[in-house]
């Protein structure tokens, strides 16, 4: 899967890392010996994965706004990182109706900034940008979308994450086409789900508190499916990809890392999974129609990532719902979240051969 030993060490600058995502990389890269400089907003809300998982202590914590072009090229100059993982962003679909522009300034210029900086520090031999599977122009087809399959986006947060892929293809051809350039790639993942994930309107987080208040959890459009995966499955593949491009492989270009085809299934098994897993009653209901638009159907085709770079999906769904739950019934009994998500990273690696002979 990936080579741990190539981590020891390593000067990573991750954007993102007070989020939910961000947060599970920079505790994986911490575990593997990485040297991680962290960069992005303070923690959205309370409780928060960055806090309870105490992140500040395990690497170079800086706050930070991708939106100040002086305060992205200023942290990157003074860090000279070798890779740069990109994960920091406004990820929400119904905030983006809300605040279009906060998603376009964040998401699109954001990026624009980042990679200007590394335009401007010779130290970054590798990029990995975190898209989104909504970044495709979605048809309503139930085949899988491919990498070249043409962008698009209903709406302001889909679309924002096709702007990205393109404004990232372009200074990929504008500035990094030389030989010896840094390599910059896109990740494009599906539904991620797992511990510490605190966002309003998503499934999961929005299914952990209802059940801990004892409420049914109100769905929207409970026949949605989804490509649906544990959070460690798409983290893994990032780092992989950042591997190949340090080692100067020619992989500098768009990759899907979704699940299995078995975990593309309605947000209503989903739902009705996570309460009988939680127990106590749990239910869920449908909400009123609220006219947003959301795609229908959802599903990413990733035979590129299985055939050329050998990647898989390590964690079935059954796996990663149950991982889940217990991420915050842990929470909910007063666990040391720390070792509750350390312990799940654990889990995960010693599927790996290649990262359990070289990390214990």
């Known amino acids: 899967m990936i080579d741990a030993a ?37 923690p959205d809300g309370e409780p928060n994965l960055f806090s309870l998982a105490d992140l500040a202590g395990g690497l170079d914590h800086r706050i ?46 954001g990026t624009v900034h980042l990679l200007e ?10 990029v990995v940008v975190v898209t989104s599977d909504k970044c495709y122009e979605n048809t309503g087809s139930t085949a899988g979308y491919r990498e070249d399959d043409r962008l698009g986006g209903h709406d302001p947060y889909s679309n924002s994450k096709a702007c990205t892929e393109l404004v990232t293809d372009s200074f990929r051809r504008s500035f ?35 059940f801990a208040k004892g409420e049914p959890l109100v769905i929207r459009n409970p026949y949605a499916v989804r490509p649906w995966q544990h959070v460690l499955d798409p983290v893994l593949a990032y780092l992989v990809l950042a591997e190949r491009l340090l080692r100067g492989e020619a992989v500098a270009e768009a990759w899907n890392f979704g699940p299995a085809a078995e975990s593309h299934v309605p947000v209503a098994a ?41 990647w898989s999906p390590l964690i079935s769904l059954d796996d ?3 991982k889940t739950v217990q991420w915050y019934q842990s929470f909910r009994d007063g666990r040391s979240m720390r070792a509750v998500t350390l312990d799940q990273i654990e889990q995960v690696m010693t599927v790996s051969p290649a990262l359990t002979q070289q990390t214990r």
């Open 6 to 42: 190539f981590w020891q060490g390593r000067r990573v600058f991750l954007t993102g890392h007070t989020g939910f995502k961000g947060g599970w990389t920079a505790l994986l890269l911490h575990r593997l010996g990485a040297r991680v400089a962290g960069f992005a907003l303070p």
């Open 64 to 109: 930070g706004d991708l939106r100040d072009i002086s305060a992205v090229t200023s942290a990157v100059a003074d860090l000279q990182p070798e890779i740069i993982l990109h994960m920091a962003a406004q990820p929400l679909v119904r905030r983006s109706y809300a605040d279009p522009v906060e998603t376009y300034a964040t998401n699109v210029m």
């Open 117 to 126: 900086a590394v335009r401007r520090t010779p130290s970054v031999r590798a």
């Open 176 to 210: 990094f086409s030389a030989p010896g350039a840094a390599g910059i790639a896109t990740v494009r993942a599906g539904n991620v789900i797992g511990g510490g994930d605190w966002a309003v309107d998503r499934l999961v987080p929005d299914a952990m508190r209802a």
């Open 270 to 310: 989903v739902a009705s999974q996570l309460a009988e897993l939680w127990g106590q009653g749990a239910s869920w209901r449908a909400a009123a129609d609220d006219h947003l638009h959301e795609a229908a159907y959802l599903a990413l085709d990733c035979s590129k990532a299985k055939a050329r770079l050998g």
């Open 320 to 322: 990663a719902l149950a």
